[in-house]
């Protein structure tokens, strides 16, 4: 039995629409009003760091810490809050100058840095304990639960590089996220100056 062109382009034309239905149902039907539920438990990292952190909804009650000690003329200290706000403080090596600055987080921020402390499983961290050399810097990350829990650990500036035996990834991973704020906090106007104590008269 033969078909004619007629019908043949007609057969041909109604597969094209129903393949183009298909495929509209597939990749376009998925992508509107898409919305993820960050309370399923297929989408929360559970690990040691979110059950020393405990509920989401204590978050904003955590703080994330930084002592920058790596720079040779002085040391940063950045303490971020889970409700988004930020204070640095610079400190000369002298200790003659102290600089402070605060700045707020966007809520997608400090999202942003909790999950960074989560996905590297910060409370998880091994890093190696060893004697520091003569005048070796180190950084130190502190993280402290709603309960007030703290978890902290450091690493030397000659283990902070990838060829170090030392070198761990993870914490690097959290220090150079810190940092970045650290950054922020040298392009700002200090909010906080120390008054300089005027010496009395000589007896």
């Known amino acids: ?19 183009i239905v298909v495929l509209g149902c597939i990749f ?3 992508s509107k009003n898409v919305k993820i539920d960050l309370n399923k438990k297929t989408n929360i990292v559970e690990n ?7 509920e989401k909804e ?25 409700s988004g706000l930020v204070s640095a403080q610079y400190m000369g090596d002298q200790g003659d100058k102290v ?18 402390f989560i996905i590297n499983d910060f ?8 004697q520091g050399v003569p005048d070796e810097g180190r950084a130190q990350i502190l993280l402290t639960s709603a309960n007030k829990e703290k978890q902290a650990m450091f690493m030397w500036v000659r283990d902070l590089t990838s060829s170090s035996v030392n070198y761990n990834e993870r914490f690097v991973n959290i220090l ?11 392009t700002m106007e200090p909010t906080y100056l120390p008054i300089v104590p005027v010496e009395g008269p000589q007896k």
């Open 176 to 186: 150079n996220e810190m940092k970045v704020l650290k950054e922020k906090a040298k």
């Open 48 to 54: 040691k760091t979110t059950e020393f952190l405990g």
């Open 123 to 130: 409370v998880d961290i091994k890093v190696v304990d060893r």
């Open 1 to 19: 039995m033969e078909i004619s062109k007629s019908t043949l382009v007609l057969v041909i034309s109604i597969a094209m629409i129903i393949l």
């Open 58 to 82: 204590s978050y904003k009650d955590i703080e994330m810490g930084l002592d920058d000690m790596t720079e040779p003329l002085g040391t940063w200290s950045v303490l971020v809050s889970g």
């Open 99 to 116: 600089a402070r600055y605060e700045f707020s987080l966007t809520a997608d921020e400090i999202q942003k840095f909790i999950n960074l």
């Open 28 to 30: 376009i039907a998925p």
